[in-house]
């Protein structure tokens, strides 16, 4: 029992040290505070302001003018007066469309055929032919989108005026006219808007990088001169690393205590993004997300040699892990290979969770999944960083005394 | 031995003896380029999981969530008691959308009354939410027309006139460039050449900045008696060749290997990875010279290369950027490389439209060269830079 107690004792003097060694090495590392600052806030800040008109808007499109007549004329003011697109009709033939597009005037070209008038007057079928360019996705839903959506609602027009001819009344002919009416309420993200959507992404995926980096800058130079054993002493001593682990981890924690508020209350408020949670359920939320990241990046931080290698490595890591978490592709598209290797990391339940919980309405037993996800990946990462942390300091010890 | 040629030893005899370097340089350019190949090697995404209320419960009821389930898109996986559990479904992201068939619809339908199914996606997920919705419409809507035309048989009209009746214009579309809309097409041009940039980048700023972090600038101008142009010749040439056959396994991986639409012009593609790789070392140059340690060069480098993917249209074309940041996407070497690569591939353009990229990519790596040349010379001269941090 006094052993015990003993033991505690010196853990949490030790924790105490660990804690403030940690943070003043941060204060006095230069690139670690600038990684914090700069990243967080000025990364988030260049990255929103990209996407921050949200969606496209007034996509330039040619129109290819064959029948000239007032009906033609309809139809491309109500392409004109959409959302998406921008109707150019200075083209007499698709040659001279063709041309415009290669030049990157217009993203599509749209035809409307000769006699088109005539066949509608005639009950015949005419065709509107379109070229939208999917090599850019973005364009050509919009193109696509808002042309498909004039056509139905052309012939949606004259259908039902061939009803209003034969007597039947308004109301009746548009009810005749689709049986089945569809409403389609869109969730959250009602505008589909860009910045709405990356964001969220974004901060989440930050708070990895910058931890990531900060923690290999930190551990690199302590290996370049190999004081990793002199400035955490307990670590040699038979259960020290827990407390040195837990010091570092709560630290961090409490770092992003202060960096989220901002991020969340300062940069998302200016560029109106919605935030639909409470802070305290971000706080919780991120607790393991944080100790999770923090024990992986001691993990690795064993194989960065320079406290430059950090960086690169994971600069080149942060998109795949964008990738892996599924929301920008979903993850039904994955093999069973990528979607156990996206398990592994922490931003994969950490991105979700934060989307859920900011985005998405969700309560905290919504995300209550994630949230132990990172519990266990926290619970793995602590112990492959407690014995790499090991292993190192008495690597180290053993060089300095040579 | 020309100095040049043993700077240019000297760099790949460090390359094969400094770890980081070499897994940086050589193992890492082929991990990404089959990490993207093959993650995203369906590239269509398919049977989206997908929930149903039916407060209805009839056959008619039943055939439309059976229509809905044969959409490729989706897929119906769910059936909760009421909107309310299905909204729950949405937001623990098990479901991309709820699909609600409302009462009576079997018996509202056969006397003629106009119903309405809703459909709640989760617009948050914009590329699966956007699918789920258009499969929905789509669905719907045939099913819709199909009543329709019903009911105009009744009254005698002919089916072929029924159909012309409903739709009196035809859609003809022609997706051109990507004509099964595959996301890999799409996504991968953008992130594979954009990953080699950034290689491009890290490596070059590695290569000067490992040797000037340990205050080996002075013996490089020993080595090549003063000239800053010969220790750049033979520490960058043999990068420039090797990522270039990197670059050349990139587009193989894509255009061979994954079969992506190729229409346009090799050469010029070729000729413009090579401008897209000089410029890079070039920017790389830059970023050295003005930075005060290693750590900063890669700082600035990496941020700079990761930003540029954004900045090239992929993810958000240029055209929706604020005015200010499309003049800024303009400095970047990707965004007139991705130009190239899009016009000459898959778009097929004639080699005139790309002209103009290849021209802004030549004085693009002039311009940085050239302003970062003095500065480069100065801290060649001092041997190490400002600051170890």
């Known amino acids: 029992m006094k052993n015990l107690f003993k033991l505690f004792y010196r853990g949490t003097i030790s924790f105490k040290n660990a804690f403030i060694t940690e943070w003043n090495s941060i204060k006095s590392d230069k690139a670690v505070s600038s990684t914090f600052l700069s990243v967080t806030f000025i990364i988030l800040i260049v990255y929103t302001y990209i996407y921050s008109n949200q969606v496209i808007k007034e996509v330039p499109v040619a129109i290819v003018n064959q029948d000239g007549t007032k009906m033609s004329r ?22 001279e469309a063709k ?44 193109v696509l989108g808002d042309v498909s959506v004039v056509n139905g609602y052309f012939s949606a027009g004259i259908s039902i005026k061939k009803e209003l001819a034969k007597g039947i009344s308004y109301d009746q002919a548009q009810k005749n006219y689709s049986p089945i009416k569809t409403i389609s309420n869109s969730l959250f993200n009602t505008t589909s808007g860009y910045a709405t959507y990356l964001i969220p992404m974004l901060t989440a995926l930050i708070i990895q990088l910058v931890l990531l980096m900060g923690i290999g800058l930190l551990s690199g130079s302590r290996r370049e001169v190999i004081s990793t054993h002199t400035e955490f002493p307990r670590i040699l001593h038979k259960g020290g690393v827990i407390s040195v682990l837990l010091a570092k981890a709560c630290l961090y924690t409490l770092i992003y205590m202060i960096i989220i508020p901002v991020q969340v209350g300062v940069i998302y408020a200016l560029f109106g993004i919605p935030v639909r949670s409470s802070l305290l359920s971000i706080y919780i939320f991120i607790i393991p997300y944080v100790f999770s990241v923090v024990f992986l990046g001691i993990s690795i931080s064993s194989f960065f040699k320079r406290r430059e290698d950090s960086i690169v490595f994971l600069v080149l890591l942060s998109i795949p892990s964008l990738m892996l978490s599924g929301l920008s592709f979903p993850v039904e598209g994955f093999t069973l290979f990528y979607n156990f290797i996206s398990e592994l990391i922490p931003s994969t339940p950490g991105i979700l969770g934060f989307v859920k919980l900011t985005q998405m309405e969700a309560s905290f037993l919504e995300v209550l999944n994630q949230w132990n996800h990172l519990w266990i990946l926290t619970f793995i990462y602590f112990i492959i960083a407690a014995i790499s942390l090991k292993i190192r300091a008495k690597k180290e010890f053993k060089l300095k005394k040579a | 031995m020309k100095p040049s040629l043993r700077i240019a030893k000297r760099e790949i005899a460090l390359l094969f003896n400094t770890k980081s370097t070499f897994v940086l340089a050589i193992i890492l350019p082929f991990v990404f380029i089959l990490f993207f190949n093959s993650l995203l090697s369906k590239g269509v995404a398919r049977d989206l999981p997908v929930a149903v209320v039916d407060l209805d419960q009839s056959a008619t009821s039943r055939n439309i969530i059976a229509q809905l389930d044969a959409a490729p898109e989706i897929e119906i996986g769910f059936f909760p008691v009421n909107q309310q559990k299905g909204e729950e479904l949405i937001r623990l992201g098990k479901v991309y959308g709820l699909v609600t068939i409302p009462k009576n619809i079997e018996a509202d339908l056969k006397s003629g009354k106009q119903v309405t199914i809703v459909n709640q996606y989760n617009s948050n997920l914009l590329l699966a939410g956007g699918l789920e919705n258009k499969a929905f419409r789509k669905v719907i809507g045939t099913i819709s027309a199909g009543i329709n035309i019903e009911k105009q048989r009744k009254q005698g009209v002919s089916k072929q006139q029924a159909i012309i009746n409903y739709v009196p214009i035809i859609a003809n579309n022609h997706t051109l460039s990507n004509p099964y809309t595959n996301y890999s097409y799409y996504l991968n041009t953008g992130f594979l050449t954009m990953f080699l940039q950034l290689f491009v980048m890290l490596t ?48 193989l991986s894509m255009y061979v290997w994954q079969d992506f639409p190729f229409f346009g012009s090799k050469l010029t593609v070729l000729a413009g990875l090579l401008l897209l790789i000089v410029a890079n070392q070039c920017y790389a140059l830059y970023f050295v010279s003005v930075s005060n340690s290693f750590r900063e060069a890669l700082t600035f480098g990496s941020g700079f290369a990761a930003v540029s993917l954004s900045f090239s249209g992929v993810t958000y074309p240029i055209f929706g950027m604020p005015t200010v940041l499309q003049w800024l996407s303009q ?42 040349w003095f500065k480069l010379k100065r801290l060649f001269l001092k041997g190490s830079f400002n600051h170890n941090i």
């Open chain 1, 74 to 95: 309809d139809y491309i003011a109500m392409l004109e007066s959409t959302e998406g697109t921008k109707t150019i009709t200075s083209f007499t033939d698709l040659k």
């Open chain 2, 204 to 251: 070059t700023i590695y290569c000067f900045g490992a040797d000037l972090k340990y205050s080996k600038g002075g013996k490089l101008l020993n080595i090549t008696k003063g000239s800053l142009l010969t220790i750049i010749l033979g520490k960058v040439l043999p990068y420039t060749v090797w990522f270039f056959l990197v670059g050349i396994v990139t587009l």
């Open chain 1, 99 to 142: 041309k415009a597009y290669y030049s990157k005037e217009v993203e599509g070209i749209v035809i409307v055929p000769k006699n088109f008038e005539k066949n509608i007057r005639r009950g015949k079928q005419t065709t509107i032919t379109t070229f939208a360019d999917a090599a850019n996705m973005l364009f050509y839903k919009r």
């Open chain 2, 331 to 372: 400095i970047f070497p990707f965004t007139h490389f991705f130009e190239l690569l899009l016009d000459q591939s898959q778009r097929g353009f004639p080699v005139f439209y790309s002209l103009k990229s290849i021209i802004i990519l030549v004085v693009l790596s002039i311009v940085s060269i050239s302003l970062s």
